[in-house]
């Protein structure tokens, strides 16, 4: 919570207090200031009735068996005709029935819970206007049935008094009223806009005070259809006092506990639950359970006023916002309470706090725990947003982690055993598969130089090479730069139909090389940075399983060929010999085998020197490669020896290969340095024998066959015999 939050709500609070502070201090005046027009009575407790300790107030215990009875006596002044009538004002209090005798003479009888028309809509106090002839000393016996326990303050005052006291009173009443009718208003409103459940508890707490306080204050049974009330007396009040505790505890859960624990909620729930059990018992109006029910009732109410402040404290040690307030108000109102019911047994003055202090400070904590609610429910849903906003965020990353993942296993699949040459295209081309699902793309192209010992260009879709080729020229410079810097970039461009944003990804190219990822999106929008992120991320993918997959390839060329001639070396020939060899006989096929020596050689690296003699060794390799067909395959065997095998072809086939190859060497010209020079090759062939699995006595007969090639006069080729002894 922000401290601005912290201070407008205590701003909010002391503001409330002032209020009520203000509305006592007014009422306490105006209970002072209309004794002018009374006259002082004396009260003399009858039967069932006891007098209070000040003396001006009669205690009935609550018997609903019988009337309680007490005299009243006062001096009257002789009667003014200017001034109104005298009556007699009693409080209202939950009375069943009330009336005055004076020998012939009996006062309208008074009933709290039925009252008559002539009493108006808000009746603020029981009204028993005297004979306007009385005068002088005056003595009344006053009638009081009660089932619970009340306090009677009797007094004697002009009509015109009374109707000032009833007026100042309901004027309280009216705005406690209108105050818990705009709470419940505003948490139906609040229940429409957030579709949040606690508002509608609010509600039935706001509601269920209003049905209370009225019922209290004996303005409920003037409403058509809520006066059916009445039949339970005072049982109904307890009704009343049961559900709003339920209904405000309740309420107090959701503002204290909203992330408390499930098992405390449960509790509550159960307590509730508890309370309703004994509101229904007092709807059951058993005569048997009249005795119980009334201190049953006032334990659950001190029950339920426990488990609030419980909720309160606990609230307040976990730090929820405005539980220190929401504790104060409730340990105010439940002060008020007390004081109310202090009242009853006349224990304290009749005086506008006493009688109606409680129902202001309901008023105020019911507004406080809106407030309370409202910041709580919204702390709940940032959090929760907060939530979401994580997991969506987590979700988001998963699936980049698995998109890089996928595209490492993709790469790593596709550049396996696939030619050298096509392997950064290969590469290149998977990145811009795989990222565009990833990142929304229009356009994008791969652009390498330099890479791996050749010019790369990918691009995609392929119809635009040409466009990329012309963009890729006219700005080599300035790419090139950028790509030296490897700092990616983004920039407003234009892609020929309007406006876009293009992004500029420089690829971790060993140097001289260089390149570059370029991403294009039409629009204004630029790309994130956590998509500039993914993409580097899938651009370094790529170049990291390109240089690897050509490393490989590197190094199993070098197991496997021969680095001057890039024939095979001598042991792969001897490993593919012996594959050959175990085909052939297998499958009963023909093989041969050609030995091949250049003629005279010492004599050429004696004239161009070493080197004049490597280029011309590449040299004749390259002819007689050049010579040979699909399937055939040449290997260096050693100095300056070669070997070729041929599966397939038997002696006479071979022997058409070998003067090939011969007549190959011959013909061509080896030029080193301005020297031209001219060689030949002397041939031995062997052809496999039909028993034969192995290569060792084939390889015998064919170098055995060359050595006879040479006794013959060099560049020729001569066919070993089949048995050669
Ligand atoms: P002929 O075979 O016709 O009997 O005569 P020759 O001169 O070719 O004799 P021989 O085959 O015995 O000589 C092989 C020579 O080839 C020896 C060596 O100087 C040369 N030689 C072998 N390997 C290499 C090589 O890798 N580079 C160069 N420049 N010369 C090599
Ligand atoms: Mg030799
Ligand atoms: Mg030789």
Redo the contacts with the bound molecule.
Sequence with gaps: MSGAHGNWRHRLLIAALAWLLILFVVGVLAATRGSAEEVPVGLQPGTGTQLSRDGVALALPGDPSRDATAILRFELPPPDPQASRWVIWVGRDPLDSLWLERGAWRSPERHFFQPSADEGTLPGGFLLPLPGDWQGNVSLVLHARSSTAVSLRPRVMHEAAAMQVVRRGVALESAIYAGLFVLGLLSLALYSAARERSFVALFACAASALLLLAAQNGHLYQVPGLALLSTWRVAGLWVLWLGFTACALQVLLRYAGLRGGVDARRWVDRYCMILFAIAAACLLNLQALDRWLSPLVTLALCGGAAVALAMLVEALRRHVPMATAMLLLVLLTLSATLVRWALAHGWLMDLPWTRFGYQLVLVVAIALLTVGLLSRIGEFRDQRDRDHLARMDSERRMSRESARADLTLALQTRLRGVDPADIEWIAFRLLLERLSPEIPIDWAAVVAYGYHGHDVLVVEPVVRKQHVHDLIAARNLALKRLAMNGMPLQQAASNGHGACIEALLPLAIRAPGWGMLMLQRAGSEGFSTEEIELAGEFARLAVLQADESVASAQLRQSAELDA?TGTFNRRSIDQWLARAFLDAHRQHRPLSLLFI???????V?DRLG?AG??HC?REVATALRGALEVGDTLGRYG??EFVVVLPGRGGAEAREMAERLRAAVERREFRFEGHGERLTV?IGVATRLDRESTPAEAVKRADNALYTA?RAG?NCVHVAPAVFS
């Design positions: 001057l020596d250049i003629d005279h050689f010492k004599s690296n070493h003699g490597d060794l100095g300056e002397s040479k060099r």
